[in-house]
């Protein structure tokens, strides 16, 4: 079986997102981004209040919060290798209330009903 070998110039990288002097590279973008990130979370966290408040779920995909829940534990990896730590911290928040709330409808949807059985204990 043969070995895969890729040549990375970090030079053309750092030139290619105008940082040849391999600065940090949190500028405008990474605040913009990191914005994002934020309100996204809030957004969730506003999921997360009305179905611990109506204590049930409907017409929710769980694929969707999978997907969106692994890419942000992607993006925890991927924001810090790109020096973009205002996108990092606000990337935990978001993963954070995406467990939180990927949990809460697994649950009031009755797909973790032993976790109903163990909280009842």
């Not at 030139?15 to 600065?23: D, F, Q, R, S």
């Not at 969730?44 to 017409?59: A, N, P, Q, R, Y």
């Not at 995406?98 to 009842?120: A, D, I």
Request: hydrophobic content about 50%; aromatic content about 20%.
């Amino acid at each position: 079986m043969g070995t895969l070998c890729v040549h990375v110039n970090v030079k053309e990288i750092l030139h290619l997102h105008g940082n040849i002097k391999g600065e940090r590279m949190n500028g405008w973008q990474d605040i913009v981004n990191g914005g994002f990130e934020l309100f996204a979370g809030v957004s969730v966290l506003l999921h997360i209040l009305k179905v611990v408040k109506d204590k049930e779920v409907k017409g929710m995909s769980v694929v969707a919060l999978f997907f969106f829940t692994f890419w942000g534990f992607w993006n925890l990896y991927y924001y810090p290798f790109l020096s973009q730590w205002v996108s990092f911290v606000a990337g935990i928040f978001i993963v954070s209330t995406n467990v939180v709330y990927t949990f809460l409808v697994l649950y009031f949807s009755g797909k973790l009903k032993f976790v109903k059985k163990f909280l009842r204990r």
